[in-house]
């Protein structure tokens, strides 16, 4: 089993930058795939972006040149700075990784962008 914890999150205005971080516990060195979704009101859980072990990220076009995913699986974390935020950033974000026995999801955090 990898539990994973988010963190970060909160009320930022628009055109400002937040950082939600996500670190993952139990079997964390098993883990291949491990990045973020999120989730507006309303709508259907959605990709932000996912990284792999060599590095390489994908994202969302929405959020492709804003949004930063690194990881670091040293301590099975993975950050995602968000900056030039917008109104339709506002959602619940969930860490989400994979390995070998299935995909594991965070709790979830809030990010809200508005004035």
């Known amino acids: 089993q990898v539990q994973l914890v988010e963190s970060g999150g909160g009320l930022v205005e628009p055109g400002g930058s937040l950082r939600v971080s996500c670190a993952a516990s139990?079997?964390?060195?098993?883990?291949?795939?491990m990045g973020w979704y999120r989730q507006a009101p309303g709508k259907q859980r959605e990709l932000v972006g996912v990284?792999?072990?060599?590095?390489?990220?994908n994202y969302a076009p929405s959020v492709s040149g804003r949004f930063t995913i690194s990881r670091d699986d040293y301590h099975h974390t993975v950050p995602l700075p968000m900056n030039s935020l917008r109104p339709e950033d506002t959602a619940t974000y969930y860490c989400?990784?994979?390995?070998?026995?299935?995909?594991?999801w965070g709790q979830g955090t809030q990010v809200t962008v508005s004035f």
């Open positions: 989400v990784a994979g390995n070998g026995s299935g995909r594991y």
């Open positions: 139990g079997r964390a060195s098993s883990i291949y795939g």
């Open positions: 990284t792999v072990p060599d590095g390489t990220a």
